[in-house]
């Protein structure tokens, strides 16, 4: 990433490295946020597969003890 040196005034005040630290940071946030929906995704999918095992074993365990009347 390439710095700015907007003059000596804001060299002097620390403008342009509190520019930097705002760049890396926004930079940062803009790379975490990228891959942050993938990572969602993947654990919605196995919440997915989980939640259908559970629901499969739990089937098969009250489907031996019941039955239903007709």
Same mark, same amino acid.
């Given at each position: 990433?390439? %710095?700015?040196?907007?003059? +000596?005034? #804001?060299?002097?005040?620390?403008?342009?490295? #509190?520019? &930097?630290? =705002?760049?890396?940071? +926004?930079? &940062? =946030? =803009?790379?975490?946020?990228?891959?942050?929906?993938? %990572?969602?995704?993947? %654990? =919605? !999918?196995? /919440? !997915?597969?989980?939640? *259908?095992?559970?629901?499969?074993? #739990?089937?098969? !365990?009250?489907?031996? *003890?019941? #039955?239903? /009347? *007709?």
């Amino acid at each position: 990433m390439t %710095t700015i040196s907007t003059s +000596v005034v #804001a060299d002097a005040t620390g403008f342009n490295s #509190a520019h &930097g630290e =705002l760049q890396t940071f +926004v930079s &940062g =946030l =803009l790379s975490e946020g990228s891959t942050a929906p993938g %990572t969602m995704a993947s %654990t =919605l !999918r196995d /919440v !997915r597969k989980q939640y *259908e095992a559970d629901d499969a074993a #739990a089937m098969t !365990r009250i489907g031996a *003890e019941w #039955a239903p /009347v *007709e």
